[in-house]
């Protein structure tokens, strides 16, 4: 499985980006997909996910501004970033978990695409 991931830059504090990550494989064969992020110094964070059954779980302090969704017919899952602050400034991670029978979990990042908030 394959992650590419696009959509960061530099942004001011208050202005929005969407993040995109396509897979290679069919989002349906996936049991998990979603974002994380590392900030400068930190640890990777959980940002949001979607799991099978179409649930999301989500990481602190972003709920209310962040969306995550998918588009099937795509293979690709967004992350819509609204009201930007500077610590939200990081790394962003696509990352995919993948069940199989007899092959246990396999775990999967894309390359990061790198989000900047200046005040």
């Known amino acids: 499985v394959q992650l590419q991931a696009s959509g960061g830059g530099s942004v001011r504090a208050g202005e929005s980006l969407r993040l995109s990550c396509t897979a290679s494989v069919s989002l349906a064969s996936l049991n998990i997909v979603g974002w994380y992020r590392q900030p400068p110094g930190k640890l990777r964070e959980l940002v949001a996910d979607?799991?099978?059954?179409?649930?999301?779980k989500w990481g602190d302090s972003v709920k209310d501004r962040f969306t995550i969704s998918r588009d099937d017919t795509r293979d690709t899952i967004y992350l819509q970033m609204n009201n930007l602050k500077p610590e939200d400034t990081a790394t962003y991670y696509c990352?995919?978990?993948?069940?199989?029978?007899?092959?246990?979990?396999?775990?999967?990042w894309g390359q990061g695409t790198q989000v900047t908030v200046s005040s």
């Open positions: 979607i799991r099978r059954g179409n649930w999301s």
């Open positions: 990352k995919a978990v993948q069940h199989l029978v007899g092959r246990g979990e396999s775990q999967y």
